[in-house]
């Protein structure tokens, strides 16, 4: 799901605070109970102790404030890989700081709900759109071809306000892959409409839904409509009924983001 990275062998370094071990591999497992991460070195687990010292970083080495420990919902999205600095303290051996492979600004904040969505919210958001008709829009697709409201009656909608610079949003993409796989063939069509990008958005969100294989329908050059539906922060997903009514708004990535947006899509499948 994230940018891959070779598994390198240990590096030791100097430091002030004594010899620092670095570790990259990727993640196996994470027990947030007894605060210890398990990576894969080199096809070998090993596991190591996280405490209140530990600094989360993102992939450009900036700290992550708003990651709290081992609860933190990034552990949801498994098997990525992670940059580990470890240190000895009291004869044992404790993780200085983890580094994960996705860019999340300090701009980045977590919801009321406890989900991780990246901007600060600014004045009515998108949720005011729940209960209303979506109003009349243009998409377009990677090939160029237009999507239009009017070639979209009778489906159920899910479009996700995203961008490639966004780590939530990185993490909410395979629940929309799982979901259109799941349920396109009745009913549900998935738009992953790209914004407030950083570049040329047609070749970003092309190579990276070409990266990852996935299958739904992308589009870019959607700053009008995200602006259009009070898009706040980014993941913001809209879920449309067949009516074309916003049945529900979430924003940002939470651990049980599918089987929120699965519970509200099947009722509307079925209507």
Known sequence: MFTKFFVSALVLVGSALGLLDKFEGKVNSVDANTNRITIDINGKPRTFTVDATTKYLDKDGEELPNVKGLGSQLWTVSKFNVKLETEMKDGKEYVASIQLPVKMKMASRVTPNGNVA?????????????????????????????????????????????????????????????????????????????????????????????????????????????????????????????????????????????????????????K
């Open 118 to 270: 990246t901007a600060a919210p600014v004045g009515p958001g998108p949720e005011s759109w729940e209960g209303k008709a979506l109003p009349k829009f243009e998409m377009t697709k990677l090939d160029g071809k237009k999507i239009a409201t009017t070639s979209l009656k009778g489906k159920v909608l899910l479009i996700d306000f995203w961008a490639t610079w966004c780590g939530p949003c990185k993490m909410a993409s395979p629940v929309m892959q799982k979901l259109h796989e799941k349920y396109a063939s009745k009913g549900l069509m998935v738009i992953g409409a790209n914004t407030m990008e950083r570049g040329d958005a047609k070749k970003l969100a092309g190579d990276y839904a070409k990266e990852h294989g996935y299958k739904y329908t992308f589009t870019y050059g959607n700053d009008a409509f995200s602006k259009q539906m009070n898009v706040r922060g980014i993941p913001t997903m809209l879920i449309v009924d067949k009516k074309g009514v916003v049945n529900t708004v979430n924003v940002g990535y939470s651990e049980r983001l599918y089987d929120k947006l699965e519970a509200a899509i099947k009722p509307l499948l079925k």
